[in-house]
């Protein structure tokens, strides 16, 4: 049931793009996006719900793909206050009231 | 900007001790939740609570442990009986409304450690 996330690590210079992937071997009925520093509790970037709805931060953007059962999220002109990891979490059915969280991507930007 | 807060921030206790930690939700949020994490690891769902019952909970939530919204403020995770395995960092969180569509938001943590 855990999604899996792909890289587990990346590290860019501040201007760089990544790329973050979560996949999961089940049906997908929504995905929420954290990320979480060092020694702090993980803050909310996003939701992706089926047929295409969003909610979160203006400037991450994010894909979900139910036929794939796959969703990435895109980090476009990296800053240093990017680096942290990044953590998606996935309901195990439709309804139910947890989530899931992969073992996470570390990304860390540099100077 | 409302957030959830927790207290204490570290709890350091012996092995077969009952330890309490404590949560402040958001005070217009319906659902409750803790997760732990063991250091360098993954965050882990441990239950989640509505309307005054547990609506959820993991393997990992077995008899040692307890929750209890005493009040109209406070959401408290109870372990009886620690063991060494239980030390990890202890996270509340409170949705609004359903995971459906809604963001879950994450308390600072009680670090616990079991000696």
């Known amino acids: 049931q855990q999604p899996v996330q792909s890289p587990q690590a990346v590290i860019l210079r501040e201007g760089e793009d990544a790329v973050i992937n979560c996949s999961s071997s089940k049906a997908l009925y929504s995905v929420h996006w954290y990320r979480q520093k060092h020694g702090e509790a993980p803050v909310f970037l996003m939701i992706l719900l089926k047929g295409g709805e969003q909610k979160g931060h203006e400037k991450i953007s994010a894909s979900f793909n139910e036929k794939k059962q796959q969703s990435s999220l895109y980090l476009t002109a990296s800053q240093l206050s990017y680096s942290g990891t990044y953590f998606c979490?996935?309901?195990?059915?439709?309804?139910?009231?947890?989530?899931?969280f992969g073992k996470g991507t570390k990304l860390t930007v540099n100077p | 900007e409302p957030e959830v807060t927790q207290t204490p921030s570290h709890q350091v206790t012996q092995m077969g001790q009952e330890v309490i930690l404590r949560c402040v939700p958001i005070s217009n949020h319906l659902y409750f939740y803790w997760y732990r994490q063991i250091l360098g690891q993954k965050v882990e769902f441990l239950v989640s609570?509505?309307?005054?019952?547990?609506?959820?909970k993991s393997e990992i939530f077995d008899d040692q442990f307890s929750v209890e919204r005493p009040d109209g403020s406070n959401f408290t995770l109870k372990i009886r009986s620690t063991k060494l395995e239980d030390s990890a960092m202890y996270f509340c969180?409170?949705?609004?409304?359903?995971?459906?569509?809604?963001?879950?938001?994450f308390g600072p943590g009680t670090r616990l450690t079991v000696l």
């Open positions: 609570f509505y309307n005054n019952e547990i609506s959820e």
């Open positions: 979490g996935i309901p195990p059915q439709g309804g139910s009231e947890k989530l899931v």
């Open positions: 969180a409170s949705s609004l409304a359903g995971l459906a569509y809604n963001e879950q938001f």
